[in-house]
């Protein structure tokens, strides 16, 4: 065989080889794209305050409740929260998103503060009202290039964290120095919401 015969055949291999790696490689980068879409969705509930404040006020209203509540809240909210998540992904409009999750923030808040005692029913209807506004605002912040589904999953499972945290705190109120203390925590939330409520609308 001939020198150039030999460089072509030997060409021809390392080419075989490249393209035989291509399918690997994007392989490899579809997996670190959902990765990143999952990730990015966990981040993005606690990147807000609003978010958090009012996420760890579901968790704290249901453990002030006490059973069923404790749990029907925090189920509530992120079922309604992945309705509302894919309304902001598919660019619905949801009008005055920024009001609601402030309002979000001061309701629930006072809530709590005034450890108030609705029916299951409407707490949950409360709880799933503002879940709308909250999934919304993260559904249309979704990074480009990233797997909605993986991203919302993320969403989700944050929100449910946030949701335990607050549940865990309120467990406090069992005790009447603990109970002072998830009322004063309420109370907070809702001055927070005061302050969210006048940025979102100044």
């Known amino acids: 065989m001939s020198v150039s015969a030999i ?10 080889a490249a393209l035989a790696l291509l399918p690997a490689a994007a392989l490899a980068h579809e997996e670190t794209g959902q990765a990143a879409g999952f990730l990015a969705g966990l981040a993005h509930p606690v990147s807000g305050m609003d978010h958090v404040l009012a ?12 059973a069923p509540a404790i749990w029907v809240l925090p189920v509530a909210f992120p079922l309604v929260m992945a309705v509302g998540g894919f ?18 923030a ?4 006072a809530m709590v503060l005034l450890e108030a005692r609705p029916p299951l029913w409407a707490a949950a209807a409360i709880v799933a009202f503002f879940a709308i506004f909250h999934g919304h605002a993260h559904g249309r912040e979704l990074p480009p290039g990233t797997s909605a589904l993986l991203y919302s999953l993320g969403f989700v499972v944050a929100t449910g964290l946030l949701h335990a945290t607050g549940i865990l705190l309120g467990v406090a109120h069992r005790w009447a120095a603990g109970r002072h203390a998830v009322r004063v925590a309420g109370g907070g939330v809702a001055l927070a919401g005061l302050f969210f409520l006048w940025r979102a609308i100044a």
């Open 87 to 104: 309304l902001g992904l598919a660019g619905m409009p949801v009008p005055g998103v920024e009001i609601g999750i402030a309002l979000s």
């Open 7 to 16: 460089a072509v055949a030997g060409l021809l291999r390392r080419a075989a």
């Open 55 to 66: 996420m760890i006020s579901v968790g704290l209203w249901g453990a002030v409740l006490g």
């Open 106 to 109: 001061i309701v629930l808040g």
